[in-house]
Structure formats: structure tokens, C-alpha cells
């Protein structure tokens, strides 16, 4: 706290928007507003540090405001007997909720983990938010009960999400995304508790962390990952 009370934590225009208002800070006033008093430019002492070099890890403990669904949905798919790498996929599918932003997770998600996993675990978590909206009777899966409570019974998905779908459905890759959808369940038993120790080896063998540490490798989702790390940062 000493060091915010030196330094200015700026709230970005995506904060303002979910405020309902079309804001941004603005840099002078707000120095006219803190004498004295320099922008921060780094890590915000307010959030939980992250280490030089972090790793996927690090900021499941550290960024990821819950991680009980990731956790659950790939202990499900563990127990199931997926391979590692659909594994792998629904302990990430959702990072990009978790960590950012609601509105189109899947391809947050999926660019943020691109350059470190098989394209077809990318793929698959950025598909699975599409194809969650329609249900495969030949694998058993239907419509989300819990949709109808969330959107309504009307809600009919965009046609950018139906272009999608039928672009993912006659994919290759098809069911490992089809396997997130199964294995991305609600309902598990709020009461379990799944320990990310349990991923570890998985993450290990198909998550290529970087040696510069998640940020600073420069690859092209390192912003992503910077910007989860110093959300607040001026620029
Ligand atoms: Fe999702
Ligand atoms: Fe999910």
C-alpha cells in the first residue's frame, strides 16, 4: 500500500465500459488531482505479486479470480480417460473469463495459449464456445439446462456463433472441442475440491513454458499476458 500511495493505479477504458460509461482516465487531471504523485508503471501492490519469471502456474494462483471450474472440468475429463491434451484443454478453456473478459472467452482464451500448446488444444478452446450453443445427440450432449435460466428460452446465438459451429462441425479437430463442451459442467458438487498440484505433470508435458517467463518471451500473446499481469499500469 506504500507504494500506491505513491504512485497512480489507472482504471482503462474497458473498466469505465462495464460501468456503463464511455470514460477513459485522463492523464492530466488526474495528476492535477495527486500532487506530487506519478503514474504507476509496474505491478499494482494492491494485487497479488507475480514472480520475474511467471509461469502458467503462477498465474492460475495469482490472476485467475476462480479456478474451482477449470479445475473440476479437467479433473472430469481426467477421470473420464481423455487424452492429456483434451485434459489440458478444459483446465484452459475458460482463462479467458477467469483472467479477462466474458464476451468472446473461447478466442481470448485460445490466443493467450497459442504459442505454447498444440494447435489443436488452441483450437479447441477457442471452438468450444460455439459449440456449446448446439447440442450432438450422436456424444449425448444437449442444450445447457442452465442456458435457458441464463439467456432465457429465446435467446438464438449470433450468426457469427453459427458460423462458427458449422465451420467447427465438419472440422478434424471437432470432438476435442466437442470434448470441452461434455466435460464443461456446472453441476459438478460445489463441495469438491480438485488441487491444481494434480495438473502439474500435464501442464509440464503439453504447456511449453516459456524460459523468459509467461510475458516476456516475446511471442505473440506476451501483451496478453503482461497485461493480466499490470492491469493498471498507465500505458
Ligand atoms: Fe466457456
Ligand atoms: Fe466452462
Not at 201 to 214: A, S, V
Request: glycine share 6%; with cysteine; net charge neutral.
Amino acid at each position: 500500500m506504500h507504494e500506491l500511495s505513491e504512485r497512480i493505479a489507472t482504471k482503462s477504458t474497458l473498466f469505465y465500459l462495464g460501468d456503463g460509461k464511455v470514460e477513459m482516465a485522463q492523464g492530466q487531471a488526474l495528476l492535477a488531482a495527486n500532487p506530487g504523485k506519478h503514474f504507476l508503471m509496474g505491478a499494482d501492490p494492491r494485487l497479488p505479486p507475480l514472480p520475474e519469471k511467471p509461469t502458467l502456474i503462477d498465474f492460475f494462483k495469482a490472476r485467475f479470480a476462480t479456478t474451482a471450474h477449470l479445475l473440476q472440468s479437467a479433473a472430469h475429463a481426467l477421470k473420464t480417460g481423455q487424452p492429456e491434451k483434451v485434459v489440458l484443454a478444459c483446465l484452459l478453456h475458460d482463462i479467458g473469463v477467469a483472467s479477462f473478459i466474458r464476451c468472446d472467452h473461447g478466442y481470448w482464451g485460445a490466443q493467450m495459449i497459442e504459442p505454447y500448446v498444440d494447435a489443436e488444444v488452441s483450437w479447441a478452446v477457442r471452438m468450444h464456445q460455439a459449440l456449446r450453443f448446439f447440442p450432438d445427440p450422436s456424444v449425448g450432449y444437449e442444450y445447457p439446462e442452465l442456458y435457458i435460466k441464463f439467456f432465457g428460452d429465446d435467446y438464438k446465438p449470433e450468426p457469427y456463433i453459427v458460423a462458427e459451429y458449422e465451420r467447427a462441425r465438419n472440422h478434424k479437430w471437432y470432438m476435442s472441442a466437442r470434448l470441452i463442451t461434455m466435460n464443461d459442467i456446472y453441476s459438478f458438487d460445489p463441495n469438491a475440491r480438485v488441487d491444481l498440484n494434480d495438473f502439474v505433470d500435464i501442464i509440464g508435458r503439453n504447456f511449453r513454458q516459456p524460459k523468459e517467463g509467461l510475458g516476456f518471451d516475446n511471442s505473440p500473446s506476451s501483451h496478453m499476458w503482461r497485461t493480466r499481469m499490470w492491469p493498471t499500469r498507465f500505458l
